[in-house]
């Protein structure tokens, strides 16, 4: 047969490190550097697609899983470890259901994630029953790992507080270093995007699942979910930016028909502001505030008449307080020779200032006496005068007084504004007329100012009043509407705040939308290459062909494109698809992932990959497995005894561990034989009893050697039937047919069962008489007891003889 590595199908799915898809980030970087975009946009879009998941490979600490040891977790109650290889290859743990080989794969997954994929979609009985019955009441979890670079493992310890699965903590030990909380390992966001972990659940559910539900899966295991969660990131900043936008546009009519309503020039002012096409906030704004000074001529008449004064009736008092006492100075002087004195002083002024003007007319000018008006007499009259002023004073300090009092209570009087109404316009008349009186008429002047200051004052403060009144109601009333204006406003200029930022949202979106099918094929190719040759592998005679995996449209309409034909006939993959091929399917899409150069895990756990699956698909799955276990620590969970025997005639290395279940969860971890080994384990057993009497051994020794020959031409048939170009079902029908060992010998022997008689013949010419004579004794061994002279003997010739069969 062809040797390993050209079985059929092992066509390795690796990527070539060539066409490794370079980080999302790096691809968008490149082309935006030519779109036109505007830098906010190109920025805001990059905020949005997030720091790339392990772009380098490197963030986090490669390493291998070298053990896990599980108490009272799951099926498995004492304590039990399973060792692994720390390194590529394929490892499988087989075991009956119920064995407890997939509690320590789930053991694994939840060490190091603190969840389990397969409980998600389950009810809270799955995850409150986690503890083991038998030995549940310290449940702990320890997987070992070794490091790249460390000589020593590490170990991740998990251990649980609650009665729910997710009430628990962890840590990691690494040696040379203190206990740290699990996160240090650094591990966590890549543990999300590159799950190193595979159930049948999951299979399941990535086929099995809405179009939408399956794009996200195959996104996601492709690693294109970046452009998925930027693209749902920048949907929801538009619909944030563009629905308060419309919750705004939406409130303002009702808005501004409330406002038309009022009957308040700041109200028609604030409809106006907002009524056009642009809208003028800093107005609107300015109204709410009280800063702008619109007013309609009714209210500017109320603000006018309610900061209305009238006369300060205290200045007014004491003004004409002051007027009445001059006025009595004057008139009590008025009736003195002071008076006369004055009066006199005047006279003479008047003749000494005539003589000096006309110093030649001695004459008097006013009885016309000559000669009496002279230089003597200018003298004589110049010192009468000096001493009648002096005499004068008190009559000439009394008149000022009157003067100044009398001008003090007229300064107070103001003319009357334009805009008094009537009445009280001629009550400030009445106050006004005592500007026409002099001092002369001091007492009318002082009563009258006295009697209209109080008149006037007493009806300005009640205009005050009534017009303040007015005002608090007009207030009261624009304060409600000010208020929910200004709530309008807050939210209105925040919404047109984020205008431009929503036009750079829409032209990322636009840009991300025309470039997302570009994006997603440079960055799928060489994991799509990978699916087909992963499918090429498992499909073996399935006449179902797997094109060009795609993922198309967005949003609620996105799907994965399966390019799937039936005999070269284009079908939907998921109504022509047998189950087995469905999971096969999925398989294809989840193991090339695995192969990113920037998956930073060099391990994969597969738990139950086999179930569905015909021998062709287990077939196909052994070379598969085996080729990435060339690169991948690949540990696989089974029951199913067809994957280790396909391996086995495949002969794809492979270590083969198996999980043994007890009484009270008790379960143990060995070393997996193969069904040979196992059958001379058995014989070998038996000789080896005590007390077992000899018709025992000789009735049950040749039926044990019998099958250990049965389990050696096993495999050599199926390989033999193989190489002929024969399909699956038809070499285990074949195989069924074959009821006596020397039929199964003839399939591996010459892939005839009709060639029987030859198989004694041949192998006596082939290894001696021995080996006919061994056949020959297990047949009758089948159905009657037969002597055995030494058993040591007969159990070495059917491991030589089963030997020289797997040479086949």
């Not at 091929?581 to 139950?608: C, G, K, M, W």
């Amino acid at each position: 047969m062809p040797p390993p590595e050209q079985a059929p199908g092992a066509s390795q799915p690796e990527t070539d490190p060539a066409e490794a898809p370079a980080s999302l980030r790096g691809l968008i970087q490149r082309r935006l550097a030519d779109s036109g975009l505007a830098p906010q946009a190109q920025a805001l879009l990059f905020d949005c697609l997030g720091e790339d998941v392990s772009a380098d490979g490197g963030r986090a600490p490669r390493a291998y899983l070298q053990s896990v040891t599980v108490g009272g977790f799951r099926g498995i109650g004492r304590t039990a470890r399973l060792p692994l290889k720390p390194g590529p290859g394929l490892t499988l743990v087989v075991g009956r259901n119920g064995s407890g080989k997939s509690s320590f794969a789930e053991a694994i997954e939840i060490a190091l994630t603190g969840d389990n994929a397969r409980w998600k979609t389950k009810s809270d009985i799955w995850r409150r029953s986690w503890r083991n019955l038998h030995e549940g009441d310290d449940p702990q979890v320890a997987v070992e790992l070794l490091v790249e670079g460390d000589t020593a493992p590490s170990t991740v310890y998990r251990a649980w507080t609650g009665e729910d699965v997710a009430e628990s903590h962890a840590e990691w030990e690494r040696p040379g270093h203190d206990p740290a909380p699990l996160a240090a390992l650094g591990w966590e966001r890549d543990l999300a995007h590159y799950r190193p972990f595979l159930s049948y659940s999951e299979l399941g559910a990535l086929i099995g699942g809405k179009p939408s539900e399956m794009y996200d899966a195959v996104a996601t295991i492709l690693g294109l979910e970046q452009l998925a969660g930027a693209d749902k990131r920048l949907m929801e900043l538009s619909k944030e930016l563009d629905g308060a936008l419309k919750q705004s546009a939406a409130e303002l009519p009702t808005l501004l028909a409330d406002l038309g309503a009022v009957d308040d020039p700041r109200a028609a002012a604030a409809v106006s502001a907002l009524s056009g096409r642009t809208k003028d906030f800093e107005k609107a704004a300015a109204l709410v505030a009280g800063q702008s000074s619109v007013d309609g001529d009714a209210l500017a008449g109320l603000r006018r008449l309610a900061e209305l004064t009238g006369p300060d009736l205290a200045t007014v008092d004491a003004a004409v307080a002051r007027l009445r006492e001059a006025a009595a100075g004057a008139e009590d002087v008025r009736a003195t020779s002071a008076e006369d004195s004055w009066q006199r002083a005047e006279l003479l002024s008047a003749a000494l200032d005539h003589h000096r003007r006309h110093p030649a007319r001695p004459d008097c000018p006013v009885c016309g006496s000559e000669g009496r008006i002279d230089g003597r007499w200018a003298i004589a009259a110049a010192e009468q005068i000096d001493r009648m002023r002096e005499e004068a004073e008190a009559a000439r300090a009394a008149r000022r007084e009157l003067s100044g009092a009398a001008e003090a209570v007229r300064s107070l009087v103001t003319p009357p504004p334009a805009w008094l109404p009537p009445d009280l316009a001629d009550l400030w008349r009445g106050w006004s007329s005592c500007r026409s009186l002099t001092e002369a008429a001091a007492t009318e002047l002082a009563l009258r100012a006295e009697t209209t200051a109080a008149v006037l004052a007493d009806a300005c403060r009640l205009t005050s009043q009534q017009a303040t009144k007015q005002l608090a109601e007009h207030d009261e009333e624009w304060r409600g509407h000010a208020a929910r204006l200004a709530a309008w406003l807050d939210r209105a200029r925040t919404a047109e705040a984020g205008r431009p930022r929503l036009n750079q949202v829409k032209a990322a979106r636009k840009w991300l939308k025309d470039t997302h099918d570009e994006l997603r094929g440079e960055r799928m190719r060489p994991i799509a290459n990978g699916a087909q040759a992963t499918w090429a592998a498992l499909r073996q005679q399935s006449n179902v062909s797997l094109g060009p995996v795609q993922l198309g449209g967005t949003g609620t309409q996105r799907r994965v494109v399966l390019d799937v034909s039936v005999d070269d006939i284009d079908a939907p993959a998921l109504g022509v698809m047998s189950q087995g091929e469905l999971h096969s399917l999925a398989l294809s899409l989840f193991l090339p992932r695995t192969t990113l150069a920037e998956n930073p895990f060099p391990f994969l756990v597969i738990d139950d990959p086999v179930q569905s699956m015909d021998p062709a698909k287990v077939e196909g799955l052994a070379t598969v497995l085996s080729a990435l276990a060339l690169q991948q620590q690949v540990v696989v969970f089974t029951h199913d005894t067809r994957l280790p025997q396909a391996l086995k005639y495949l002969r794809l290395p492979a270590t083969v561990l198996e999980v043994v279940r007890r009484e009270r969860s008790v379960v143990q971890v060995k070393p997996g034989d193969d069904p040979v080994k196992q059958a001379l384990y058995d014989a070998k057993a038996l000789t080896k009893a005590r007390n077992m009497p000899p018709e025992v051994v000789s009735r049950v020794l040749p039926g044990l050697c019998r099958t250990t020959l049965e389990a050696a031409f096993l495999p050599a048939a199926r390989r033999r039937l193989l190489r002929s170009g024969r399909d699956h079902a038809s070499v285990e029908r074949e195989i069924s047919r074959a009821h006596k060992l020397t039929e199964l010998g003839a399939l591996a022997m010459y892939g005839d069962r009709t060639r029987s008689a030859e198989v004694l013949h041949d192998l006596e010419r082939a290894h001696g008489g021995w080996a006919a004579d061994l056949i020959r004794l297990c047949n009758r061994g089948s159905h009657e007891a037969v002597p055995v002279a030494d058993v040591n003997q007969l159990i070495d010739e059917t491991r030589r003889l089963a030997g020289k069969v797997q040479e086949l």
